[in-house]
């Protein structure tokens, strides 16, 4: 057996996100967010779940943390939901919203445990939906407000914060598909809504420049990597159509200062037509201390005349693992992302901020969750991480996704991507999976066995 040891300093985390694990959707003074909208709209989430009660998080955060040590973990990425600490995304702050968060990072730091804040994860206020949320350049300003009462309330104690959790996704599903809060399907406003966002980046990351706070500031991607599925010129093309509309759609602004190229043709006209207004790249390309990378999956793709997306097809080799979300099992993708990025666009401190795999786990006759397949998962993707840190990438910690089974978001309650199991028919009943035991192994010895 191969023993495979990290970096002294290497941090094993975890993650969750506000909506998703929180419950008391409505106590304490919180306003409605667009999730708690979308969820309470019939049709949207799968079963008609909601996260008005999730893991009830909110009352049993100490109970939580209490597994987070057990577990042996060195940092938990939380993110704050917006709509707790300013109901109307503006205005009256609610102090009942900052005491929450106040204790449960105090209790982190009694564990031992240091907590790394997302400011955004997908929950935005629902008062500024209804001005146009995203959509509406207003909102950048509400955001750098609200980050900065974040970092004047809690800038003392949390060293580690990120902007934006997957901004793709917020434009993407939120504002192109519509599968995401709050349901739109418009292409241009998709584009106007990832530009704001980043714009709003930027600016976060120059009031926490100015406030002088001790402690580093990033922003979280979901990323791939992109694969053609033949040689032929036309399948390599769509690949590169796919890393243009995942990857250089946020890593170009951030790190270059433009949007790619390719990007700009495939939307022709409506790319023109976004509000992008001069200095926006600058305040965009913000000198930040690290990149969050948040990996599950390839793409492996060929082109197809008739996809509508930008006639790009995905493939699924037929001979792959697959999870239970249908995501393809391929951890050497893990490897070639974190070499691209490294060697194209940073060499800042890269964090795996999110990795981790749903399956169909149940409770055994002997009351435990046995989830082999997640630890086989997970110990593929250690192992090529360890790899780019001998090979120079400065890949400094690594959270997995997620701390417990959760609500995920469209899908409800029907996918697990825990490593402590949530029965959700019994009182949410917390159970360690094997995974939990296993990556308490790995973290007590910062050492991976293969």
Same mark, same amino acid.
């Given at each position: ?322 999870? +239970?979300? !249908?995501? &393809? %099992?391929?951890? $050497? =993708? ?7 990025? /490294? ?14 795999? +749903?399956? !169909?786990? &149940? %409770?055994?006759? $002997? =009351? ?7 630890? /086989? ?74």
């Amino acid at each position: 057996m191969n023993k495979l040891i990290f970096p002294k300093d290497f941090i094993w985390g975890s993650a969750t996100a506000s909506y998703q694990v929180e419950g008391a959707f409505d106590e304490d003074a919180k306003g409605e967010s667009i999730w708690d909208r979308f969820s309470h709209t019939p049709g949207k989430v799968e079963n008609g779940d909601t996260g008005d009660v999730a893991c009830d998080h909110y009352h049993r955060y100490k109970e939580d943390i209490a597994l987070m040590k057990e577990i042996g973990i060195d940092s938990y990425r939380l993110s704050i939901s917006w709509s707790r600490i300013l109901p109307e995304g503006k205005g009256e702050i609610n102090q009942q919203g900052l005491d929450f968060y106040r204790n449960l990072i105090d209790e982190l730091l009694k564990a031992g445990i240091k907590p790394a804040i997302t400011i955004y994860h997908w929950d935005l206020p629902q008062a500024l939906q209804d001005e146009g949320g995203w959509a509406n350049r207003q909102t950048v300003k509400y955001f750098v407000d609200y980050a900065e009462i974040l970092f004047n309330e809690f800038g003392d104690v949390v060293s580690q914060w990120i902007t934006h959790n997957e901004p793709y996704v917020v434009a993407v599903h939120g504002h192109l598909t519509g599968s995401h809060a709050p349901g739109i399907k418009d292409p241009k406003v998709a584009m106007q809504v990832a530009h704001n966002i980043l714009l709003s980046h930027g600016l976060t990351v120059k009031k926490y420049r100015e406030l002088e706070l001790d402690g580093e500031i990033g922003i979280t991607l979901n990323l791939t990597s992109s694969y053609p599925n033949s040689n032929s010129q036309e399948d390599n093309e769509a690949a590169k159509r796919m890393e243009a509309c995942i990857n250089g759609w946020f890593l170009e602004p951030l790190f270059k200062g433009k949007y790619p190229e390719k990007l700009i043709e495939l939307y022709g006209a409506k790319f023109n037509q976004l509000d992008i207004r001069a200095g926006d790249m600058d305040i965009i390309k913000e000198e930040i201390d690290f990149l969050g990378i948040n990996y599950y999956s390839r793409s492996l793709v060929r082109h197809n005349e008739d996809s509508d997306f930008f006639k790009i097809e995905g493939v699924k080799p037929e001979d792959s693992k697959y999870t +239970a979300m !249908d995501w &393809e %099992i391929y951890p $050497d =993708g893990l490897y070639d992302l974190l070499i691209k990025v /490294n060697r194209e666009y940073t060499q800042k401190p890269l964090y795996i901020t999110e990795n981790g795999a +749903a399956f !169909d786990d &149940e %409770i055994s006759e $002997d =009351g435990r969750v046995h989830d082999q397949e997640r630890i /086989n998962y997970l110990k593929s993707h250690f192992q090529r991480a360890y790899k780019t840190i001998k090979e120079g990438v400065p890949l400094k910690g690594y959270y997995v996704w997620s701390l417990m089974d959760n609500f995920e978001w469209a899908y409800g309650y029907d996918k697990r991507f825990g490593i402590i199991y949530i029965d959700y028919n019994k009182d949410r009943k917390r159970i360690l999976k094997d995974s939990a035991y296993w990556y308490q192994n790995v973290i007590a010895n910062n050492t991976l066995d293969i």
